[in-house]
């Protein structure tokens, strides 16, 4: 291959990988360019649950040696420092557009411009509204969707939950403790709740619980 005379290489760049029959095709292609050592290499993001099915795939192992990087939510002591850059307000009016977010990107995007378009350097009424329908329309719809009802069941058992505790939550929805471990786990990993101190879990989505008081499911 004249790449290789040429001592090029190739970066590929693969956004939103989710386990498809296309993607896993292109994955297949790909450890063979590998294997017949050609100067390739693979940059791909996408959720973490839709990287761990492609990667536990059997004929695609060698994703699973891939080095990874973990995102976390952004800093809210930077998104302080940044939102006070940009409106000028006090420590206190920054720390609440920041908490607002908990620390999801595109939240701590539409936050800011909320603000911005409202002419407010502090969160108000009118701002939280537009956010919910912001987050309705752009993220949760989208979420909602490709939850089971059991999945959303749980979602709204945690987020209606006084107390956060597992067993008060799998007693509400009357659960065994296996059946819920699977579903939390799965959870988890799609970065919608997290472990919230011993026994307990909380919802990871800003006001995501306001979403999710709209729907209705049939039981």
């Known amino acids: 291959m004249s790449l290789r005379k040429k001592t090029k290489k190739i970066l590929i760049s693969v956004d939103e990988a989710v386990n498809s029959e296309t993607m896993r095709t292109f994955a297949s292609t790909f450890q063979i360019l590998l294997r017949e050592h050609y100067p390739v290499y693979l940059l791909m993001t996408g959720l973490y649950e839709n990287i761990y099915d492609l990667q536990n795939v059997k004929t695609l192992t060698f994703l699973y040696r891939a080095?990874?990087?973990?995102?976390?939510p952004l800093n809210t002591t930077a998104m302080v420092v940044e939102y006070q850059g940009i409106f000028k307000n006090t420590l206190e009016e920054a720390r609440e557009m920041a908490n607002l977010t908990k620390g999801y990107p595109y939240a701590y995007?539409?936050?800011?411009?909320?603000?911005?378009?409202?002419g407010t350097k502090h969160i108000t009424e009118e701002v939280l509204n537009?956010?919910?329908v912001y987050m309705d329309e752009y993220v949760y719809s989208k979420i909602w969707q490709?939850?089971?009802?059991?999945?959303?069941?749980?979602?709204?058992a945690i987020g209606s939950s006084k107390t956060g505790r597992v067993k008060d939550i799998r007693d509400s929805l009357s659960m065994s403790s296996s059946a819920f471990s699977v579903y939390r786990q799965r959870l988890i990993r799609q970065g919608l709740i997290q472990s919230d101190g011993?026994?307990?879990?909380?919802?990871t989505l800003p006001?995501?619980?306001v979403f999710m008081d709209n729907q209705f499911f049939d039981e």
């Not at 995007?109 to 409202?118: A, H, I, M, P, S």
Request: aromatic share 10%; with cysteine.
């Open 198 to 203: 011993y026994g307990k879990v909380k919802l």
């Open 130 to 132: 537009s956010f919910d």
């Open 67 to 72: 080095p990874k990087i973990t995102l976390s």
């Open 146 to 156: 490709e939850q089971s009802p059991v999945k959303r069941k749980i979602l709204m």
């Open 207 to 209: 006001r995501i619980e």
């Open 109 to 118: 995007q539409v936050t800011g411009y909320l603000c911005f378009k409202n």
